[in-house]
């Protein structure tokens, strides 16, 4: 039921459900089907407007099928997915540490998620799968900032110098092992440092489906107490929140988003630390903003990779490095901004 501007199940959830929030979730939502149309539509082997309706419904052939089932349906159903995961993710790490400069990649989760993969895919092929290598990974890298930190998660400024410091540490584990343990698989590297959307097959998008559709309700269950712990740790223990176990939680389930994502995408930069920034300036409104992040997440991604399938360069750049120039410019842009407010 509806009661108060929030949508309640019971006692466990409870949704925001602000007129802004949902007006910026449908203009999100408008503009992603927009940038999916496109990406299915444009370029040399692209299928027209006209025609993808009917090849949607009625089933593809020829050119068509090929395009949908094996070349750009797979890969814009795995951006779809992998840039929600990491919009969920990177929500949930600036609710907890009520950071807007702390996200997945930028304190060294997705780089030690990809080292993790890296390593499980090229040093020790078979003995582990892929997102679960990334997810140690990904565990090990959010173990080394938190206990570097002294303070765990509570000194903003402490945390990204961490993390800055980790992420360093695990790319340059990663291109250890891509180019001193299989220097014949160095290819590989760009996949796994930068990101890359490119070969995904529908075994790819399943993987991140999987662990989203099964981690957004264990968030849904977690709003009520993430709103409340935005408010400070003192005041959320008073009204029964339990800062410490929601922090813990919130933290776990970033990082296996964050760890899925990374297994089957790479670690693609700043959307993590973007989506989020771009949820509240919708809205205007205090709040976690989880469903608008992961729809503004999905945004990012689809468009960035329709500006790798599309660019006119004579190079095929992976859709990490787009993200990582744009992102790049938004992180100087928050460093410069806090650093000002005297929060760094």
């Known amino acids: 039921m509806k009661a108060r501007g929030r949508l309640t199940a019971g006692r466990a959830v409870a949704l925001p459900v602000a007129r802004a929030s949902v007006l910026a979730a449908l203009l999100t939502l408008s503009l992603l089907l927009v940038a999916a149309l496109a990406t299915l539509s444009l370029g040399r082997l692209g299928i027209a407007p006209a025609d993808l309706l009917g090849a949607l419904t009625r089933g593809?052939?020829?050119?068509?099928?090929?395009?949908?089932?094996?070349?750009r349906g797979p890969r814009l159903v795995v951006a779809v997915g992998t840039g929600a995961a990491l919009g969920l993710s990177g929500a949930l790490f600036q609710t907890v540490t009520r950071n807007p400069l702390a996200s997945p990649d930028v304190i060294g989760l997705n780089a030690g998620a990809g080292a993790g993969a890296a390593v499980v895919?090229?040093?020790l092929p078979g003995a582990?799968?892929?997102?679960?290598?990334?997810?140690?990974?990904?565990?090990?890298?959010?173990?080394?900032?938190?206990?570097?930190?002294?303070?765990?998660?509570?000194?903003?400024g402490r945390l990204i110098v961490a993390g800055i410091g980790v992420n360093a540490i695990a790319i340059a584990f990663t291109h250890y092992v891509?180019?001193?343990?299989?220097?014949?698989?160095?290819?590989?590297l760009t996949a796994y440092v930068n990101g890359s959307l490119a070969a995904r097959s529908w075994e790819h998008a399943l993987t991140v489906w999987v662990v989203l559709l099964a981690v957004t309700p264990l968030v849904a269950l977690l709003s009520g107490r993430l709103t409340i712990a935005e408010m400070g740790d003192e005041?959320?223990?008073?009204?029964?929140?339990e800062p410490v176990r929601t922090r813990t939680a919130a933290v776990v389930l970033s990082v296996v988003l964050s760890a899925a994502a990374v297994a089957v995408a790479g670690p693609i930069a700043f959307v993590a630390l973007t989506a989020p920034q771009i949820a509240r300036r919708l809205t205007r409104l205090p709040g976690p903003h989880l469903t608008l992040s992961a729809l503004a997440g999905a945004l990012l991604l689809v468009l960035a990779d329709?500006?790798?399938?599309?660019?006119?360069?004579?190079?095929?750049l992976p859709v990490g490095v787009y993200t990582l120039a744009v992102g790049g410019l938004y992180l100087g842009y928050l460093l410069v901004r806090e650093?000002?407010?005297?929060?760094?």
């Open 306 to 316: 329709l500006a790798a399938q599309q660019s006119p360069l004579p190079v095929n």
């Open 128 to 156: 582990l799968p892929a997102p679960l290598g990334a997810l140690l990974g990904a565990v090990l890298a959010m173990a080394l900032v938190y206990g570097a930190t002294g303070t765990g998660f509570r000194n903003p």
């Open 339 to 344: 650093w000002k407010k005297g929060t760094l």
């Open 235 to 241: 005041l959320a223990a008073s009204l029964g929140a």
């Open 60 to 71: 593809a052939t020829g050119k068509q099928a090929f395009v949908l089932e094996r070349l």
């Open 121 to 123: 895919v090229l040093m």
């Open 178 to 188: 891509v180019y001193a343990v299989e220097r014949d698989k160095a290819s590989v």
